[in-house]
């Protein structure tokens, strides 16, 4: 690999990432190389008609070095924009700032790039410190940059309105959100641009996020904004509250097969902005938001988050003691404090979330002295072993008469028994077994009773409307998929027929039930926990386990849950996306191998592809409409295989992917990333969120691959062969410190190399 050693070289790297940004370096109406900020050239040309504007006059007494400036960025009207400062590799571009910021001065440009090639620098002089980018702005974005500093006004001067129209009805905006508003208020006014909001579920997260962007777009700070989430549901839902408050603002769900649009407002799902986010330049968006961003942080999902330069707000529901220290660092927060947070216990008591309480007497399935704390455990083996024809049958009979016993004691208004209900089941066939019970039980309804939602459904986008908005079903039964990211206010029962360990996921599906519905006077949920999740949390009616680890839990679970550092949950997927060989497929979950669904996959692609239109425009490279991207997954999501995203997923062992690049690896023209590439992937991203200086981010470059190698890297390994050869001890030392070496390192295993075990 060739050294880019002097600048020249850098020069050569520099233009190919101003391609990459939109710029051409050979148009001079676009760019302009070697200016001299003096004499005949800076006075002739059009920058130099800059030289009349009192915005050139140094302040603060700087001298004018000699010397000429690598590059000038202009806008549409040949004005100059911002100057790029480029230095050999070996340089750290921070130690140009200096250099660079007389020139700038000169010429009244109010940004400027520090770059040897590999790093770039971002400076709002007058604002911020220089920031590492991964990309260079394009035109448009400094010229959006410029108008919005004309326009920019103090967040205080914005009025924050009491009230709303959502869904058709005026909302009060209560007081926790106004506070959370002006919490974000000061920090923007101290200078930060990450922001951590912790708020439970049902609170009004989206709600708080949406009024809060019109507030940014409203004093001047924002134009283009970013929503990220991880689920389709709340991808629907965010479009759905953007489309109600800021119905004046263009507002789109990216798709993976879609093209761009420019509008004011995408919506995204991280999967798809994974593969998409080189297609942006990094000051492309003024705000990203990332709904349960405790998950975005990690590995490669912390690529759609650190290539943007902009206002980050990360929105969780995940209590602070159970969200890793790396969480907090990314969104510039002192360990273990957001910027705002909500306590669940004040919104229980301040009537914003809805009670519940625990099905008494019910038949525990999961016995005495099983092997509880296998976080791997094959879901299949544990439904065969701790469920059967009988007991599931129990299960359901017992969860349906007493549903029917109460539901008018929980919610008065409510007309059809026995309300709204969801059952989270073991696995697809565990759920089809369980909704085959419980419509056994009211023939009358011909099996509409209770209904099977999982992505192997068809259609299940309509069965979720039906659910939430019809009679009937009354009762939805799913894996995985209405656990996290749902939203029905009439929720009256929730049955775990499940086992779950981890805190986050316990205390996100028992927020399906806590959103309060006043149109039937509801008053409380049940929980009915056949597989005593609840006593593994210690959780009751009256002692609400808040996942705080401390003040709530009178006495200790008899099987605590794990240290926080070992509960990274990403969320995209379940804890079986990697250790199980099998892919679950169908209404009937049947069990096909991995290897088996992916060959079957490439085989049903390569044979359609000469009579598929819609597969053919992929082959070509060409985007999609959203009409023909839903016809493609109807026709692929059907007996016998149901090829869709979910098991696609399972099967490459790809949380990340989306169903475009699964086809184009099928066609042979995409390469799906090995293990390796997805680590250093992660690394990159891990590098830009820590800002590190160069010498620092080059010694942990050779800690990589060591880590790739193995695995993770413990701190022998640089008492070790190769890396003792380098003295990676010494030099780690020298350029962190003892303790900031070891933190450095346990860092590195947890964000980079744990992400992809």
């Given at each position: 690999m060739k050294d880019h050693t002097t600048e020249a070289d850098a020069r050569i790297l520099v233009d190919d990432l101003l391609r990459q940004a939109g710029w051409d370096p050979a148009d001079k109406s676009q760019v302009v190389t070697e200016f001299s900020v003096f004499g005949e050239s800076a006075s002739a040309s059009c920058i130099g008609h800059q030289s009349d504007s009192p915005a050139l006059d140094l302040a603060g007494g700087d001298a004018v070095p000699s010397g000429r400036v690598d590059y000038v960025l202009l806008d549409g009207r040949g004005r100059p924009l911002a100057i790029i400062e480029a230095k050999r590799a070996a340089?750290?571009?921070?130690?140009?700032?200096?250099?660079?910021?007389?020139?700038?001065?000169?010429?009244?440009?109010?940004?400027?790039?520090?770059?040897?090639?590999?790093?770039?620098?971002?400076?709002?002089?007058?604002k911020d410190d220089a920031r590492i980018v991964n990309s260079f702005y394009s035109r448009r974005d400094l010229e959006r940059l410029v108008e919005m500093r004309a326009t920019c006004l103090p967040m205080a001067t914005v009025e924050i309105s009491e009230y709303y129209l959502r869904q058709g009805e005026t909302r009060q905006l209560r007081p926790y959100q106004r506070e959370a508003m002006q919490a974000l208020d000061h920090a923007i006014e101290l200078g930060k641009r990450r922001f951590l909001i912790e708020l439970p579920t049902g609170t009004g997260k989206t709600d708080l996020t949406v009024l809060y962007v019109q507030r940014l777009i409203k004093a001047g700070r924002a134009?283009?904004?970013?929503?990220?989430?991880?689920?389709?549901?709340?991808?629907?839902?965010?479009?759905?509250?953007?489309?109600?408050?800021?119905?004046?603002?263009?507002s789109y769900w990216l798709r993976p097969g879609m093209a761009r649009q420019e509008q004011q407002i995408t919506v995204c799902l991280l999967q798809t902005m994974i593969s998409r986010y080189s297609e942006f330049t990094s000051g492309y968006f003024n705000v990203v938001v990332a709904d349960e961003c405790h998950r975005s942080i990690y590995g490669t999902w912390q690529t759609a988050l650190t290539h943007f330069d902009a206002y980050h707000i990360g929105l969780t529901a995940t209590p602070a003691a159970y969200i890793e220290r790396n969480t907090f660092q990314f969104y510039q927060c002192k360990d273990g404090q957001p910027d705002f947070a909500f306590p669940i216990l004040q919104a229980f008591r301040e009537g914003y979330l809805c009670p519940y309480k625990f099905a008494s007497g019910i038949t525990q399935i999961l016995a005495e002295g099983a092997e509880v704390d296998d976080e791997t455990y094959d879901p299949a083996k544990f439904e065969r072993e701790w469920t059967n024809e009988d007991s599931n049958r129990k299960?359901?009979?017992?969860?349906d008469r007493l549903a029917w016993e109460n539901y008018k004691e929980l919610a008065p208004n409510q007309k059809i028994g026995p309300g709204k209900a969801i059952v989270f089941a073991i696995t697809k066939h565990h759920a089809a077994r369980l909704t085959s019970y419980l419509n056994a039980l009211h023939p009358e309804l011909k099996g509409?009773?209770?209904?099977?939602?999982?992505?192997?459904?068809?259609?299940?986008?309509?069965?979720?409307?039906?659910?939430?908005?019809?009679?009937?079903?009354?009762?939805?039964?799913?894996?995985?998929?209405?656990?996290?990211?749902?939203?029905c206010r009439e929720v009256l029962h929730l049955v775990m027929c499940r086992r779950v360990r981890s805190p986050i996921l316990y205390q996100q599906m028992r927020g399906r039930g806590t959103r309060?519905?006043?149109?039937?006077?509801?008053?409380?949920?049940?929980?009915?926990?056949?597989?005593?999740?609840?006593?593994?949390?210690n959780d009751s009616d009256t002692v609400i386990f808040t996942g705080s680890g401390g003040g709530h839990v009178t006495t200790p679970p008899k099987n605590p849950p794990r240290p926080p550092g070992d509960l990274i949950e990403l969320g995209l997927e379940d804890e079986w996306l990697h250790a199980v060989t099998y892919v679950e497929v169908g209404p009937e979950g049947e069990r096909v191998d991995k290897r088996e669904y992916v060959t079957n996959w490439q085989t049903a692609v390569q044979s359609a592809v000469e009579e598929d239109p819609i597969i053919q425009k992929i082959r070509r490279g060409e985007l999609l409409t959203e009409q023909e991207e839903k016809i493609l997954i109807d026709r692929l999501n059907r007996p016998e295989m149901y090829f869709n995203e979910e098991n696609l997923r399972r099967a490459y062992k790809q949380p990340g992917g989306n169903l475009i690049d699964f086809i184009k690896a099928a066609l042979g023209s995409l390469k799906i990333k090995s293990r390796e590439e997805l680590l250093t992937e992660n690394f990159n991203a891990w590098l830009v969120a820590k800002s590190l200086a160069l010498r620092q981010a080059q010694y942990l470059s050779l800690l990589k691959s060591r880590g790739i190698t193995r695995g993770r890297i413990e701190l022998d390994d640089l008492f070790q062969p190769p890396l003792s050869n380098l003295n990676a001890a010494g030099l780690g030392v020298e350029l962190f410190g003892e303790q900031g070496l070891k933190e450095i390192i346990q860092d590195m295993n947890e964000s980079v190399f744990k992400s992809t075990a």
């Open positions: 340089i750290e571009p921070y130690a140009a700032k200096q250099q660079a910021l007389p020139y700038a001065k000169r010429l009244g440009v109010q940004f400027i790039f520090l770059t040897n090639g590999e790093l770039i620098y971002f400076w709002d002089y007058t134009e283009r904004v970013l929503f990220l989430v991880d689920r389709e549901q709340l991808a629907k839902q965010a479009l759905e509250a953007f489309q109600d408050v800021l119905s004046q603002h263009g299960m359901m009979e017992e969860f509409r009773y209770a209904e099977v939602i999982t992505s192997d459904v068809a259609d299940a986008d309509d069965l979720i409307r039906r659910f939430k908005r019809e009679d009937y079903p009354q009762i939805a039964v799913s894996v995985g998929m209405l656990d996290t990211g749902f939203d309060t519905a006043p149109h039937i006077d509801k008053r409380m949920f049940v929980i009915y926990d056949f597989f005593g999740n609840h006593e593994y949390f």
